[in-house]
């Protein structure tokens, strides 16, 4: 009697396809939502990385800018000379208190700390510093002539906020309103035809 048989090759089990499928999937989102988080973080430690500079002020010594992260000013000092000069700082505008004269050589100096999460990534504390010179005006022309009726001008190099005028009825000293690179010496010289005043200049008042 002849018998027959069914030969069958390996089988491949479906269900073990199944779950590598499902974990590769698993695995990819779980690796796309990880690089989104690092995205994130990175956008956001970009954003909030902490930022100080001091920067050129028209009308003082430096301004300084504070972003990103908050920092706490811990110290600040100016001197001037080897000299340590008092100043007032306000809304980041750091003045002196004292008058200074001008072309002085003064170094702005601010200290910094940082908060503890960020700290060991970027440091706990920063030093930042800048060299001034404070603002100085010159004279342009120092023989001044007039006519009748006419105001007799100095020139400055810059706009000016504090003049002081020396003459035979001595010194006086005028504030500016705004500042101005030319001023009529006629009110001054009053009823004199001729004469040598002695003017010095500020842009500054400080």
Known sequence: MLTSSKIEGPQTDGDGETKARTWKRVAIAVGSGIGLVLVGAGVLLAVQWPKASLTSSPDSLARLNL???????????VTADTKSIPFVISNGIIRPSVKLAVSTRA???????RPNWISWLVGKTKVISKQVVTPNATLLDPVAFGSAGKPVLCYFSKPIRTLSVTGTGGTKVYHLNP???????????????????KVAASPDSW
């Open 179 to 197: 500042a101005t690179s030319s001023v009529s010496l006629l009110r001054i010289i009053g009823n004199s035809k001729a004469g040598i005043l």
């Open 67 to 77: 972003a990103g992260v908050t920092q706490r000013v811990s110290g600040i000092s």
């Open 107 to 113: 170094t702005v100096v601010v200290s910094l700390e």
